[in-house]
């Protein structure tokens, strides 16, 4: 894999194949995330994995954007301590999300972020303790359509490099 390549044609995927994601592939997936860095070393992440359908429409119900996960072949939870205690979490958690995200388009997987809006609801649904939060799940699965995959970014969908980059100072 070629990790521009990858960062430059990723694509969020919600749609997704009837098709169970194999043992191997939800291993590295998973692996992916439990081997991202994170400040100081302090992992601050657990990861509920979803294969029960009925698991993940309960979940999907959490957010009103998070329909993706109905379909998908995999949810993952990322359960944490309480972020508002330590800011660092959402960035190591969004690092642990996103070396899932680019570990699975490397096995062909699509996927797509979820956030989860009825923290309580989804610890009733997943059984996590109350010490731990909920805010971000991702979906997993066989694209619906398999050149989504890879099919390059739409023109005019990204702000340009002189949009967002600033040289030394604002």
């Known amino acids: 894999m070629n990790v521009s390549d990858a960062i430059r044609l990723k694509r969020a995927i919600r749609q997704f194949k009837d098709i169970p994601l194999p043992d191997d592939v939800v ?25 029960d359908k009925v698991v993940l429409q309960s979940l999907a119900e959490c957010g009103p954007w998070a329909g993706h996960l109905v379909g998908a072949a995999l949810g993952v939870a990322l359960v944490s301590e309480d972020p508002s205690q330590r800011f660092q979490i959402l960035f190591d958690l969004g690092q642990a999300a996103a070396y899932m995200q680019l570990a699975a388009w ?65």
């Open 106 to 170: 490397e096995l062909g997987v699509g996927t797509c972020p979820a956030t989860i809006y009825e923290p309580d609801r989804a610890r009733q649904v997943l059984g996590f303790p109350p010490e731990l939060q909920l805010r971000f799940a991702l979906s997993f699965g066989y694209p619906l359509e398999e050149d989504r995959l890879t099919t390059p970014p739409m023109k005019g969908g990204r702000r340009t490099f002189d949009e967002v980059v600033h040289w030394d100072k604002w």
């Open 27 to 51: 291993a590295a997936i998973l692996n992916a995330g439990r081997r991202a860095q994170s400040s100081k070393n302090t992992q601050p992440w657990h990861f509920i994995a979803i294969r």
